[in-house]
């Protein structure tokens, strides 16, 4: 297997021709010539189920995860395609830490109609009567705002033993430091919206998996409830894809430092990033993921506290996303989250870390009581 930076620049690529474009622009047309009755139908007919654009995205993402990839138009459109297939099989069982809109869809959509929705923490016991009967095993790790990390060979291994698929969000930890599927998933899902595109001017997701029936399943899903990226979405995240070992690399480095500053700053409290050896999360981590994520958490004392901070900071902005080039923080409680009222998710960005390291210096100096 060739290097992540080269399955980063290379993947997706189309077979070199003298005169063509290196980075083919996005297939824009939403028909297709179909031919005369009894001609060979061509890959692409309808805009709907199938893109030119998509595939070459698909192939490079696949790659990255070790299966086959379908792309949706967001993160919650391939978690919603994936609760959908498997609810009329049986229970789901999700992480009652994680993502909340995943949690949201599940209970406010999925459990009116009957079926049975069960919620785990993410350190909880995902094994024994909690898998009886269930369907699909929902991961997040690491989690979505906790950071704090599951077994997944050993959540596979019970998940398949009750007869259950696992899917696991690896939006946080990015193809490049975790392979879900690697670990014994039937499925990987994330949002491409955050680290994969990276650049913050789009919103997609995509599900990956090795099972040609699943997958064809996962593919249909799509096309049936039209959760579709446009190619003009696919081709930029294609494009941002190339710097994604880049870009993690600096990530993971700058939330090592913020995540050591916040340990030693009297401002910060319950600092984690499954990076750091004291970490609760850090040795499962360690053991299962390739390489650390640019976000981690920590509280401060109140929400007055999150303002002083970022009124204070000149280079971390406050936004709900992460993965980005730009570093940023969300006080989550404010989405909903069961967390503290100053905790906050610490997006790394791709800034200089010393010059990252002085900024939220001077914000969590602002930020103390």
């Known amino acids: 297997?060739?290097?992540?930076?080269?399955?980063?620049?290379?993947?997706?690529?189309?077979?070199?021709?003298?005169?063509?474009?290196?980075?083919?622009?996005?297939?824009?047309s939403s028909t297709f010539h179909l031919g005369s009755p009894g001609e060979a139908a061509g890959a692409d007919f309808y805009g709907r189920a199938g893109n030119p654009t998509w595939r070459q995205l698909e192939a490079a993402v696949g790659a990255l995860d070790g299966g086959d990839c379908v792309c949706f138009a967001s993160g919650m459109a391939a978690i919603a395609a994936?609760?959908?297939?498997?609810?009329p099989r049986g229970a789901i069982v999700l992480p009652s830490d994680g993502y909340y809109?995943?949690?949201s869809l599940a209970l406010g959509e999925l459990a009116p109609l009957g079926?049975?929705?069960?919620?785990?923490?993410?350190?909880?016991?995902?094994?024994?009567?909690?898998?009886?009967?269930?369907a699909l095993v929902l991961l997040e790790t690491p989690s979505n705002p906790g950071l704090d990390v599951t077994d997944i060979a050993a959540v596979a291994a019970a998940a398949h033993a009750a007869g259950a698929l696992l899917a696991v969000d690896n939006t946080t930890a990015t193809p490049l430091g975790q392979r879900p599927l690697d670990l014994g998933a039937d499925l990987t899902i994330a949002s491409d919206t955050k680290a994969l595109a990276g650049h913050g001017d789009v919103v997609l997701g995509h599900v990956s998996g090795r099972d040609p029936e699943l997958m064809a399943l996962v593919r249909e899903a799509r096309t049936r409830g039209g959760a579709i990226l446009g190619p003009m979405e696919a081709w930029l995240a294609h494009r941002g894809l190339a710097t994604l070992d880049l870009r993690?690399?600096?990530?993971a480095d700058n939330a090592r430092a913020v995540a050591e500053l916040a340990l030693a700053h009297p401002?910060?409290?319950?600092?984690?990033?499954?990076?750091?050896a004291g970490d609760p999360a850090h040795a499962v981590a360690a053991r299962q993921m390739r390489r650390w994520n640019g976000v981690l958490r920590f509280t401060l004392a109140?929400?007055?506290?999150?303002?002083?901070f970022l009124k204070t900071s000149t280079l971390v902005e406050s936004a709900t996303s992460f993965g980005g080039v730009r570093s940023s923080a969300d006080r989550r409680q404010r989405w909903g989250d069961d967390v503290a009222p100053g905790l906050l998710r610490f997006s790394a960005g791709c800034e200089d870390t010393a010059d990252l390291v002085a900024d939220v210096r001077a914000a969590l100096d602002a930020a103390a009581p």
Request: proline fraction near 6%; include cysteine; charge should be negative.
């Open 82 to 87: 994936v609760l959908r297939i498997a609810a």
């Open 115 to 134: 079926v049975e929705v069960r919620e785990v923490p993410t350190t909880g016991e995902w094994s024994g009567a909690v898998l009886d009967g269930a």
């Open 248 to 251: 993690l690399a600096r990530q």
């Open 302 to 308: 109140d929400d007055a506290a999150v303002a002083r």
């Open 267 to 276: 401002a910060a409290s319950d600092v984690r990033w499954p990076g750091l």
């Open 1 to 28: 297997m060739t290097g992540d930076g080269t399955r980063c620049v290379q993947g997706g690529s189309s077979a070199a021709e003298p005169g063509a474009p290196t980075h083919a622009g996005p297939v824009l």
């Open 101 to 103: 809109l995943a949690r």
